[in-house]
């Protein structure tokens, strides 16, 4: 397994525009989060996932902002009608749903609205 | 409300010197602590976690880190610094329940040769 996969790893984009990232978690974890990190930031939770079930969301996550993991597996994470402030690293991570482990990153992908 | 304060927004030091990077935490319960290190445009990776039993955890590429709760902290060390350690650095507390991570803003690390 080569850990969290994050599709694409850089995104550039129109304001208005709808834009869809992909994440690949490591297969044996059934935990998937979305995390957003912006210049000179820490990673601020979006969402995660437990399966296929989306369990828990941030109020930071607009109505414009939309995830699924529709299998359990892959994650998806659309923004629609892009605005400027959505520029970011956007940062999905996978876990066991034990508690005392740890999430595993992705490389991220990086969204710049112009 | 669980929270994570880096109080150095960015540190130098010179290669070879030790290293120290402060981390408050405010959480109701037993935390589960964690540091990651980012390099630039990268994701994160872990260096270190404490969950509970000894309070001074050792982690990947030299670091260790002393969590004391008496002081509401889990400062990261490392006696000898490399060139190669400059990057960011974020402290983060897990829910009791695992399904969020706090992070810090981070610490930026700069190592002068």
């Known amino acids: 397994d080569t850990g969290v996969s994050q599709d694409p790893r850089h995104k550039i984009t129109k304001r208005g525009q709808n834009v869809t990232f992909r994440c690949d978690p490591i297969?044996?974890?059934?935990?998937l989060y979305w995390y957003r990190q912006t210049l000179g930031q820490g990673p601020e939770f979006l969402t995660y996932f437990q399966n296929e079930a989306q369990l828990e969301k941030s109020r930071l996550l607009s109505d414009r902002f939309s995830a699924e993991r529709p299998k359990g597996s892959f994650s998806t994470l659309e923004i629609q009608r892009t605005e400027q402030g959505d520029s970011a690293m956007y940062l999905c991570a996978s876990s066991l749903a034990v508690v005392q482990v740890e999430a595993f990153f992705g490389q991220g992908t990086r969204l710049t609205v112009v | 409300a669980q929270s994570v304060t880096q109080p150095d927004i960015h540190i130098t030091v010179s290669e070879g010197a030790s290293l120290e990077l402060r981390c408050n935490y405010s959480y109701g319960a037993t935390p589960y602590l964690f540091w990651y290190v980012q390099s630039p445009g990268q994701g994160l990776q872990l260096l270190l976690k404490?969950?509970?039993?000894?309070?001074l955890v050792q982690g990947i590429k030299g670091f260790e880190a002393e969590f004391k709760r008496s002081q509401s902290s889990f400062n990261l060390r490392k006696p000898s610094v490399h060139w190669s350690d400059a990057a960011e650095y974020f402290c983060?507390?897990?829910?009791?329940?695992?399904?969020?991570?706090?992070f810090g803003t981070g610490t930026s690390l700069t190592v002068i040769p």
């Open positions: 404490y969950f509970s039993g000894d309070t």
């Open positions: 983060a507390v897990a829910s009791n329940t695992g399904n969020q991570f706090y």
């Open positions: 297969s044996e974890h059934n935990r």
